[in-house]
């Protein structure tokens, strides 16, 4: 099978979408983002890649803490609110009802299945985005979705974003 070149480009055929939760100026902010991954499993960490103009940025970089919240099909419109509308342009406080774990600086969207608390373990420039390498300090989950005491795909029903657009 002949291939073509296409460029480089940042691909993965498929990935997560999440909100990432950080306070700016003490109040909740929600942005979606579609580039997290497990970073370490021992001690567990995981990561999120945001450009570096982001408001939510800000928050982080201000507590040194972050949360990622993975949203349910259901709650595309909300979660892609959350990456339309900057949090330097209008209050997302209210889009989710936020609750606080541990670290009492990174808010957790009520509404969504589960929830990592995480604390700032190092920041890396990538260019256009920062890396934000979390350690996972929680992980908050409704037991319904919950099998054998740890998450369910099938039960989280998560979004998956590839090419501009949401699955799930």
Known sequence: MEKVTVGPMPY????????VG???????????????????????MICVAINKVRYTA???????TFSLNIPSARQVVE????GLVSGSQADKS????SFYGRLRTAPLAEECPVNIECRLFKSMECGSHILYVGEI???H???SCLTD???????????IYAQATYFG
């Open 12 to 19: 993965m055929s498929v990935m997560p979408t999440v909100l």
């Open 22 to 44: 950080a306070n700016v100026k003490g109040k909740a902010n929600y942005m979606t983002a579609a580039w997290a991954t497990v970073a370490c499993m021992s001690p567990p």
């Open 58 to 64: 800000k928050g982080i970089e201000e507590n040194k």
């Open 79 to 82: 979660t892609d609110h959350c």
């Open 94 to 97: 209210g889009v989710f009802q």
């Open 137 to 139: 300090e929680e992980i």
């Open 141 to 143: 989950a409704d037991p």
């Open 149 to 159: 005491k740890k998450p369910d795909i099938a039960k989280i029903n998560p979004l």
